[in-house]
């Protein structure tokens, strides 16, 4: 197989020029993970007992989006997507799509995100002719996904004439914290693919059947996905996410060497922690902390140092006590282990 002839919709932003020889090998900056996933799934025989077949990949891919609508994070040339291909059977269709809901569900629920518009985008019925695939596939396949919908409970949307000319395709936009829509996971599904890359199992017949191929991705293009968190938490992300989960804030010079210990103590435990020891006022680090954002803050003293413990500051809720360094830890791990939002 020659690197895949690229669908319509992809053809003006792939680096085609780009084309590197390394050792007598051809490069070229990869827009899409979907061949090689073929690649695989071709190097044997499938058996209909050997599907659903579930490939996942943090799969880095470069797209040449034009400079004017590159934007931060958000619209970026070269991206990591949490890419899956399932090859499956047409009949198990419908739970595969269930699954890759509730996969969605449970992503998008962890990362706070709780209000959803869903489109479902299905064929022209005046145009069918402009779709590959024949009717009885199509409505099976279309007959799946409003099932896999409503087992789910969900509402959607109903979308005539959106469907990709290679299938039919669910779509779930995540509303963020001032309620603006950001794309979220979509799940496509392909007769295209499988036809042009002979994609086959084995049925129970013992005769070669097309497999069903479906494209999932649930947060999408990471770096679009992380940019999205940052707006919806305005930087002020649950400890789980912090970048930096606590600060060490020693009141005076004497107390350096103990927030160092403190810190130690946390490092241990995986916790992304820094001690402040600048030479500034306590009040100063600690509004710089409030800044930052950060959702810890253990403030220690002459008396913090002589009981062996911290004073905790919590962000959005100030002073929450002193305890010793075992009791933060404790507390810190459970709100991380639980992803308390
Ligand atoms: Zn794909």
Known sequence: ??????QPPLKPIVYSKILQRVEDQAYLLKPMNCPFHILMYKSKTRSYRDLPIRWAELGTVYRYERSGVLHGMLRVRGFTQDDAHIFCRPDQLEEEILEVLDLAEFMLTTFGYTEYEIELSVRDPEAKEKYIGDDAVWEQAEAALVRALEQKGWSYSRQ?????????????????????????????????????????????????HRAVMIHRTVLGAMERFV????????????????????VVIPIADAQIPYAHRVAERLLREDFRVEVDDRNERV??????????????????????????TVS??????????????????????????????
């Open 160 to 208: 005539e004439g959106e469907a990709k000319f290679y299938g039919p395709a669910i779509d779930i936009k995540i509303l963020d914290a001032l309620g603006r829509g950001w794309q979220g996971p979509t799940i496509q599904v392909d007769f295209n693919e499988p036809e042009r890359f002979d994609v086959t199992y084995i049925g129970e017949d013992g005769e070669e």
């Open 227 to 246: 940019g999205g968190l940052i707006e919806h938490y305005a930087g002020a992300f649950p400890a789980w996410l912090a970048p930096v989960q606590v």
């Open 283 to 308: 009040g100063y680090k600690i509004r710089e902390a409030e800044v930052q954002k950060v959702p810890y803050m253990l403030v220690v003293g002459k008396r913090e140092v002589a009981d062996g």
């Open 312 to 341: 905790v500051r919590k962000r959005g809720e100030g002073d929450i006590g002193q305890m010793s360094s075992e009791e933060f830890c404790k507390r810190l791990r459970a709100e991380v282990e639980l992803k308390a939002l």
């Open 1 to 6: 197989m020659t690197f895949p002839d690229l």
